[in-house]
C-alpha cells in the first residue's frame, strides 16, 4: 500500500509560551514519586480512560503500536493479582534474588508483602505484543517492541501524574501470572504494573536525591 499523508495539524506557539509550557510541565513532574501506601478512594473510569488514550498516542516501529493495556478496578481480580505477585517476590527476595541487588534495594524498605495491589483503585497491567494478526489471521511481526511499550508506559505514567494521581510500576518477575488471571493471548508479554490511584492520607516516600544535570545529559 502506497504511503499517504496529511497536512500536520499544527499551530507554532511563541518563543516565551514554549519556555513557559516546558517549565510548567517539569515543574509538573519533578514532585512526581514512586508510592506504596495508596488510598482506596475511588478513581472515575473516565480518568483512567483519558490516561490509557494518551499512552496509545506515543510513537511506535512501524506505527504497530505492539501494546494492550488491562486496567483492573475489580476487587477479587486484584486480591488473585496480589497473592500471585507476592508468591513471586517472595521467591524472589529469599532464593533468586543475588545480595548485591538487595543491596541496592535496600534503602528504598520494599519487601515481598504488596498490600497497594489491593488497596489502589486501579491497577493497570501493561502488555508487549510480539506479533499482531492480520485480516486473515496470519502472524504479522512487530518491531522495536520494547522501545515502543517503553515509550507508551511513560506517557501513561505523566498522564496520571498530571491527572493527580499517584503511580508505582511494579515489576514481579517472572510476572507470567498476569497473562494468565487476565486472560490474555500468548502474543502478549506483561511487561509491568502501574498501580495508580491517590495516595494515602499519611504516606510516606523513600528520602532518594536525583543525578545532577551534568551526570545525565550534555550538550554538544
Avoid: C
Avoid at 122 to 143: C, E, M, P, R, T
Wanted: aromatic share 10%; charged share 25%; glycine share 4%.
Amino acid at each position: 500500500m502506497p504511503a499517504r499523508f496529511q497536512p500536520l495539524a499544527y499551530a507554532p506557539p511563541e518563543p516565551d509560551e514554549v519556555l513557559r509550557r516546558a517549565r510548567s510541565f517539569y515543574e509538573q513532574m519533578r514532585t512526581r514519586r514512586s508510592v506504596r501506601e495508596f488510598s482506596d478512594r475511588p478513581v472515575p473510569r473516565e480518568v483512567i480512560e483519558l490516561a490509557l488514550r494518551t499512552a496509545a498516542t506515543a510513537p511506535s516501529g512501524a506505527n504497530q503500536q505492539p501494546w494492550f493495556f488491562v486496567a483492573v478496578s475489580n476487587s477479587e481480580t486484584k486480591r488473585r493479582i496480589r497473592l500471585a505477585a507476592e508468591e513471586e517476590e517472595r521467591r524472589f527476595y529469599q532464593e533468586r534474588a543475588p545480595k548485591a541487588w538487595l543491596q541496592a534495594l535496600d534503602h528504598l524498605g520494599t519487601g515481598p508483602e504488596k498490600p497497594f495491589l489491593e488497596t489502589s483503585p486501579w491497577l493497570i497491567a501493561v502488555f508487549a505484543q510480539s506479533y499482531g494478526l492480520d485480516d486473515k489471521g496470519n502472524k504479522v511481526k512487530h518491531y522495536y517492541v520494547q522501545e515502543s511499550v517503553g515509550l507508551a508506559a511513560g506517557l501513561l505514567i505523566a498522564a496520571l501524574h498530571a491527572a493527580g494521581l499517584a503511580t508505582l510500576t511494579h515489576t514481579p518477575s517472572p510476572m507470567n501470572f498476569l497473562r494468565t488471571l487476565l486472560n490474555r493471548p500468548a502474543s502478549e508479554r506483561p511487561v509491568m504494573l502501574v498501580v495508580t490511584g491517590y495516595p494515602a492520607e499519611n504516606a510516606r516516600v523513600p528520602v532518594i536525591t536525583k543525578k545532577a544535570f551534568d551526570e545525565i545529559a550534555r550538550f554538544v
